[in-house]
């Protein structure tokens, strides 16, 4: 298992402030946003952008992320390390990622369990894979090398799926137990993809929840989803982050709040980008769930303590 420390362990000079992130509801960050955001002034919340969007030396993007890291958490979510995949990790890719750890110093990174690259091919996908012990091996030997590189724990997201494999041994929830024990990573709990995988493939969402390692999750995504017919005309259902979060995925979202309390929580939305103020009230929605068990766990705990 790593030995690496959690970041909050970790002592070193900070160039930003420090701002909690615990039991707060945050949105992807979009630069159309930014004056919005900057107009509403500093409020409670957190923003996270995909890492793969700000591996150039500087410019824009770089000027609008720092505008926000100033007054804001912020949550580095990559989606290019193709952890999943069976080639070594792309060493420059890696380097680019641990500078922008260093540069903002998120309050949280998390990574996908998946592959996109193969060979000098790289895929517009996040690609599921078997779950198999070689596969584990492989999987958890990347996400060593990650978390070395980075010098702290990742979250590992749980992937939306389509196909299964035959040669699959393990369930997905067993195979993502086995890489928390093996490299003590903790977990990033996608809701929505959840919510997906259990519809695509007929499969129940809370005996899969039941089954998850929900006491390594530090952070939950929520996201909008499509409906579409496969070729037998069944239903299909797509992660596409282009909508609200569907009323079953804010079911499912109170239940693991409920068990679990409040954890940091982030709306995807990254295709129809609406206005900021359909964003923020995604988020406020959010908020208000995790807010609603915080008040029940702060009151079971003193109700506990007292007896």
Not at 207 to 216: E, G, I, N, T, V
């Amino acid at each position: 298992m790593n030995g690496l420390a959690p970041a909050s362990r970790i002592s070193k000079t900070s160039r930003f402030p420090a701002h909690p992130i615990a039991g707060l509801a945050g949105t992807s960050f979009k630069h159309e946003h930014l004056h919005a955001i900057l107009g509403d002034g500093p409020k409670d919340g957190f923003f996270e952008v995909h890492a793969e969007n700000y591996m150039g030396a500087g410019g824009p993007p770089h000027d609008a992320l720092a505008r926000i890291r100033r007054d804001y958490p912020v949550s580095l979510h990559g989606v290019c390390m193709s952890i999943g995949g069976p080639r070594p990790l792309d060493k420059v890719h890696l380097g680019r990622f641990k500078a922008l750890v260093d540069r903002y110093e998120p309050a949280l990174v998390s990574e996908h369990l998946a592959w996109s690259t193969h060979d000098t091919t790289y895929y517009n996908d996040l690609l599921p894979l078997p779950y198999t012990p070689a596969t584990v091996s492989r999987v958890a030997d990347h996400i060593d090398e990650l978390q070395e590189t980075i010098g702290r724990p990742i979250l590992l997201e749980n992937p939306s799926t389509y196909v299964l494999f035959a040669e699959s041994t393990m369930s997905e929830t067993d195979f993502i137990g086995a890489l928390v024990q093996r490299t003590g990573c903790g977990l990033l709990l996608d809701v929505n993809n959840v919510f997906v995988s259990a519809t695509n493939h007929g499969y129940s969402a809370l005996s899969y929840l039941a089954d998850f390692p929900l006491a390594h999750v530090g952070e939950i995504h929520l996201a909008g989803h499509a409906e579409q017919e496969d070729d037998e005309g069944d239903l299909l259902l797509i992660d596409s982050h282009d909508g609200p979060v569907a009323d079953a995925v804010w079911k499912l979202f109170d239940i693991v709040i409920g068990q679990c309390g409040p954890l940091p929580t982030l709306i995807e939305w990254d295709s129809a980008i609406p206005d900021w103020p359909v964003l923020k009230a995604e988020a406020a929605a959010a908020q208000t769930i995790l807010d609603h068990h915080g008040d029940s766990h702060q009151v079971f705990g003193k109700a506990h303590a007292a007896g």
